[in-house]
T-cell receptor, first 112, second 111 residues
Framework: DGGITQSPKYLFRKEGQNVTLSCEQN?????MYWYRQDPGQGLRLIYYSQIVNDFQKGDIAEGYSVSREKKESFPLTVTSAQKNPTAFYLCASSPALQGAKYFGPGTRLTVT | GQQVMQIPQYQHVQEGEDFTTYCNSSTTLSNIQWYKQRPGGHPVFLIQLVKSGEVKKQKRLTFQFGEAKKNSSLHITATQTTDVGTYFC???????????FGKGTHLIIQP
């Protein structure tokens, strides 16, 4: 059963702590993305990766870091430097550049 | 940077009425994509339009791409309760990968 998985679905952290969100895909897609969604807002691109061991900053990369050591995995770390980390985080993959994006179920992060 | 504006932000309709959402870009787009997000869910890809003036249909949904490739619309005929959700348009990020999303139109259907 192919798809994108994100875990956990809900995550709670104290302010000042780093937290890593998981994203795994078995669709054999080269490109992977991280988006952030705030209530009533569209999606904003945090980071993307077109190939293993390479990634690029998106529109709101400050306070975030990523790695792409395997084609299937693209974890996102929300660092303590991110000023407003509470949000819905969505991972996506795509079979082609500028092509359709296939989203995972998302992780709702709450930082207090 | 490139912006994608979407209107209206909210649309209330009676079940059976039609619904339209509009998307406008500040720059010419090579393509435009549409996504649907159900309440509590994640965005799901609906369609990609590439050609100037293109019109595509998916059952009760009709998608159009403007002649100048700077605007697009999604029209739903005879809405059903299953159409509830937020509809997003998205365009390329001006030479870089990824997408720029509009803020979406929330469709609320009253039975």
């Amino acid at each position: 059963d192919g798809g994108i998985t994100q875990s956990p679905k809900y995550l709670f952290r104290k302010e000042g702590q780093n937290v890593t969100l998981s994203c795994e895909q078995n669709l054999n897609h080269d490109a992977m993305y991280w988006y952030r969604q705030d209530p009533g807002q569209g999606l904003r691109l945090i980071y993307y990766s077109q190939i293993v061991n390479d990634f690029q900053k998106g529109d709101i990369a400050e306070g975030y870091s990523v790695s792409r050591e395997k084609k299937e995995s693209f974890p996102l770390t929300v660092t303590s430097a991110q000023k407003n980390p509470t949000a819905f985080y969505l991972c996506a993959s795509s079979p082609a550049l500028q092509g359709a994006k296939y989203f995972g179920p998302g992780t709702r992060l709450t930082v207090t | 940077g490139q912006q994608v504006m979407q209107i209206p932000q909210y649309q209330h309709v009676q079940e059976g009425e039609d619904f339209t959402t509009y998307c406008n870009s500040s720059t010419t787009l090579s393509n435009i994509q549409w996504y649907k997000q159900r309440p509590g869910g994640h965005p799901v890809f609906l369609i990609q339009l590439v050609k100037s003036g293109e019109v595509k249909k998916q059952k009760r949904l009709t998608f159009q791409f403007g002649e100048a490739k700077k605007n697009s619309s999604l029209h739903i005929t005879a809405t059903q309760t299953t159409d509830v959700g937020t509809y997003f348009c998205a365009g390329p990020r001006g030479g870089a990968d990824g997408l720029t999303f509009g803020k979406g139109t929330h469709l609320i259907i009253q039975p």
